[in-house]
């Protein structure tokens, strides 16, 4: 489990985002510790893809600070940070469907020439990608190919995993596979920055959670805490 007297692994603080002249985040502030698997929760344009497309240097509109592995990296290029350890699994999947998914997968290598390691724990985690390793992307499901850009992000050996929206379209059965599967990366020791509209699986997987609404964050606490919380139960639980 993160240590409270290490800093943080990621560190955003009074971050302020714009889309062109208009201002969709303000002031947020939240941290990952090495290990902790943390949620960033809130409705559909409350600023999550926002925030995390900042930190992985998409939008480079922005001030504040954002550190991580004590390095100020605000409008460092996406490349540069990809191969610092900050991996983003983007919500529209965004693979290459005329490819095979082996290919796909070599994509997220850093090293492309000492992958095998790193090619067998995806395997671990997804064993129907090894099944369909020669088949084109574009012919998996939705929930496969979900597995697949995730096991792309994984093939880099990331220090940070960000997923963004991962259980968007897919069948409650696929939630449920692909949040075991990140359940198992927490238990290996990777760091996970989740944002996720279905709370429950989120709140249930995480040890602690941020609460973004109308680009600012209104809650932050213990994950169990925040399942408890009335305005939560209300807004997103349906109780």
């Not at 259980?167 to 059965?173: A, D, E, F």
């Amino acid at each position: 489990m993160h240590s409270e007297t290490t800093d943080p692994m990621l560190s955003v603080s009074g971050l302020n985002v714009f889309h062109a002249n208009l201002q969709v985040v303000w002031d947020l502030s939240l941290h990952v510790d090495k290990g902790e698997l943390v949620t960033l929760i809130g409705p559909n344009g409350a600023g999550k893809t926002t925030t995390v497309e900042t930190i992985v240097g998409l939008n480079k509109k922005a001030s504040g600070s954002i550190t991580f592995l004590g390095e100020n990296i605000l409008g460092m290029h996406p490349y540069d940070l990809f191969h610092k350890g900050l991996a983003l699994v983007p919500e529209k999947r965004e693979i290459f469907p005329k490819m095979p998914v082996i290919e796909n997968l070599m994509l997220g290598a850093r090293d492309r020439t000492d992958y095998s390691a790193s090619l067998n724990h995806v395997y671990s985690l997804f064993p129907i990608l090894k099944e369909r390793e020669r088949q084109m992307a574009g012919t998996l499901s939705g929930g496969e190919q979900q597995m697949l850009t995730i096991g792309r992000a994984l093939m880099s050996n990331p220090k940070l995993l960000i997923l963004d929206e991962p259980s968007t379209g897919l069948s409650p059965l696929l939630v449920g596979q692909v949040f075991r599967s990140l359940e198992q990366l927490g238990r290996e020791g990777i760091t996970v920055l989740l944002l996720e509209q279905n709370v429950r699986h989120a709140l249930n997987m995480c040890h602690r959670g941020y609460v973004l609404e109308n680009g600012r964050i209104i809650k932050e606490g213990k994950a169990k805490e925040l399942m408890h919380d009335p305005h939560i139960q209300k807004a997103y639980l349906g109780f």
